[in-house]
């Protein structure tokens, strides 16, 4: 089948039916590549040799079970009720409820609308030129509002549950395995691609900084975690191109120009269930399509990158200001580990908590309480860093 061009007219009827198709072919191959399980992890405490090289082949690896039912339950009620709590549109002053929008003393504003099935930033200069080709748009319901939100920044002080999530060992392990014990953060948002509404996301790779230093690597611009709410398919999710992590700065203009559309060759989608969490390399070549799906997805994202990448590095963020990364800096971001972790002891006392390295005997200063609530996690994610 043949889609309209990004010009021409598109119903979401017809985005849905090519999406099914182009899915279809790539399914298979995605589950080929057998690059899921649970955490497993070996006598040294790091995860077993054969997924790292998975991740390390592919550039992504879905973690199953990370999430059981109760906490995926908190965490879908505290992103619903952060959504239920979003003005109607960027201007607006009420929420859907008509209640009065309240900022709770939050700096950065945490929601990002999108207008239904839009490409926001595909073909711009936005996000520094990053998004070099534009998707295809197909046209919204018409009972479609005229915003949708589409992402939600600073996870962590919108959602306890979020929170605690972060503060999951097995995820922890997961980064110290990739990235060595003394791994670092940089933000934590999350995706929301609601059925007929969800815009794209234009296919792109994260990392800004080291793509020509002489010491570049396959890991060079770290990972995010990506735990999914919701399952997530060929209609609604991430779709990556596997390997291309490996093989430096892409020509996307030129892979979208030879596929003839949006849907470049060789892609595959990021599938899992609700409470699987995928590791994704951010050198990939990654993007996500309008969600003229009927399914929801809720992506909760958290990032990290290796230290050495971070420290005393120079950059200019997506917004356009220039930052360093220093020792103090770094510290204090990476207190938000320790108190997550220090949260998730008190709701899951059972587990065995993370420890991470470069916080051990600093625990009584990175308690979870109402003081570090307000004196530390709120606007933590000022403290955000992008390489
Ligand atoms: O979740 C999505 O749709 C896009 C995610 C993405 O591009 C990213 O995490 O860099």
Redesign the pocket.
């Known amino acids: 089948m043949t889609l309209a061009t990004a010009a021409q007219p598109l119903s979401s009827f017809d985005h849905e039916r090519a999406m099914k198709e182009y899915g279809r072919r790539a399914e298979t191959r995605a589950r080929a590549l057998g690059n899921r399980g649970p955490i497993r992890v070996g006598t040294d405490g790091k995860l077993l040799p054969e997924i790292l090289d998975s991740y390390w082949t592919h550039g992504f690896y879905v973690f199953q079970g990370v999430v059981g039912p109760e906490e995926l339950q908190e965490l879908r009620a505290d992103i619903d009720a952060v959504l239920s709590r979003a003005p109607v549109a960027p201007d607006a002053t009420v929420d859907r409820h008509g209640r009065l929008a309240r900022d709770d003393g939050i700096v950065r504003p945490p929601y990002r609308w999108a207008k239904p099935l839009s490409d926001p930033v595909g073909g711009t200069d936005k996000n520094n030129g990053r998004h070099p080709a534009a998707m295809l748009q197909p046209e919204a319901g018409e009972d479609a509002p005229a915003w949708t939100v589409e992402l939600l920044d600073g996870n962590l002080h919108l959602s306890d549950a979020c929170l605690r999530l972060y503060g999951h060992p097995g995820l922890l392990t997961v980064a110290a395995s990739i990235l060595g014990d003394d791994f670092v953060p940089y933000n934590e948002v999350t995706?929301v691609?609601e059925p007929g509404l969800g815009p794209s996301?234009a296919w792109?790779q994260?990392g800004t900084t080291h793509w020509n230093a002489a010491d570049w690597d396959q890991g060079a611009h770290g990972f995010?975690f990506?735990t999914q709410l919701y399952p997530s398919t060929a209609g609604n999710g991430?779709w990556v191109l596997p390997g291309s992590h490996r093989r430096g700065k892409a020509d996307i203009k030129k892979m979208v120009a030879e596929s003839g559309s949006d849907r470049i060759e060789g892609a595959v989608p990021m599938l899992c269930e609700a409470g699987d969490t995928i590791v994704?390399n951010?050198q990939l070549v990654?993007?996500?399509f309008a969600n003229s799906s009927p399914d929801r997805r809720i992506?909760l994202?958290e990032g990290f990158f290796p230290r050495k990448r971070v420290l005393d590095v120079t950059t200019r963020r997506l917004n356009g200001v220039v930052e360093t990364y220093d020792e103090a800096r770094i510290a204090a971001r990476t207190r938000i580990i320790q108190i997550a972790i220090d949260a998730r002891r008190q709701r899951f006392p059972h587990e065995t908590s993370y420890v991470y390295g470069p916080l051990v005997g600093r625990e009584d200063e990175n308690r979870w309480n109402d003081a570090t609530r307000v004196s530390v996690l709120k606007n933590y994610n000022q403290l955000d860093m992008f390489i």
């Open positions: 995706f691609k996301v792109h994260d995010n990506m991430v994704t951010r990654h993007g996500s992506t994202n």
